[in-house]
């Protein structure tokens, strides 16, 4: 029981940490990695999958974002968006294999507004995320860094 709802936990938080919601998963995920309850392979592919799935929200996100551009509630400006756009047309999809990093969360939104093929999205996306939690997973085994 402790390792489903810790899972579920985990994946929760993965998927609201990856939306524009400003929420850290890496906490939890080092927390649950370090009380030895649960496998890190397995830590690693369910706050992988959440933090993925919550990335394809942002993407869903930019894909309506358009049709609201002229309304003044809008939080960027006209030139702000075509901006972003210049920006991702210039580093094309590649730049969403840093989408775990700072920021990288409006990378997936704009992806979305480019209207990024879905499943190159969440291929790349996947790589970034499943690659950073390796990573945080090593380094708290202290195998690595």
Same mark, same amino acid.
């Given at each position: 029981?402790?390792? +489903?709802?810790?899972? $579920?936990?985990?994946? +929760?938080?993965?998927?609201?940490? +990856? /939306?524009?919601? &400003?929420?850290?998963?890496? *906490? ?11 496998? &890190? ?7 992988? *999958?959440?933090? #993925? ?9 930019? %894909?309506? =974002? #358009? %049709? ?6 809008? @939080?960027? !400006? @006209? $030139?702000?968006?075509?901006? +972003?756009? #210049?920006?991702?047309? %210039? ?10 990093? @700072?920021?990288?969360?409006?990378? /997936? ?6 209207? !990024? ?9 996947? *790589? $970034?995320? !499943?690659? %950073? ?5 090593? *380094? /708290?085994?202290? =195998?690595?860094?």
């Amino acid at each position: 029981m402790v390792v +489903a709802s810790s899972l $579920a936990g985990l994946f +929760a938080v993965a998927f609201v940490a +990856a /939306t524009i919601v &400003p929420l850290q998963s890496e *906490i939890l995920f080092v927390a649950l990695q370090l009380a030895g309850k649960v496998e &890190p392979w397995l830590l690693v592919l369910v706050a992988s *999958i959440g933090n #993925t799935a919550g990335s394809v929200v942002n993407y869903a996100l930019g %894909r309506g =974002i #358009t %049709r609201f551009e002229q309304k003044k509630w809008f @939080p960027a !400006t @006209p $030139a702000q968006m075509a901006k +972003a756009e #210049t920006w991702f047309a %210039r580093w094309g999809v590649w730049v969403l294999l840093v989408s775990w990093a @700072p920021g990288g969360d409006v990378a /997936t939104v704009v992806a979305g507004g480019m209207r !990024t093929n879905l499943a190159l999205f969440v291929l790349l996306v996947g *790589i $970034a995320k !499943t690659s %950073r939690y390796v990573g945080l997973a090593l *380094i /708290t085994a202290g =195998i690595w860094g």
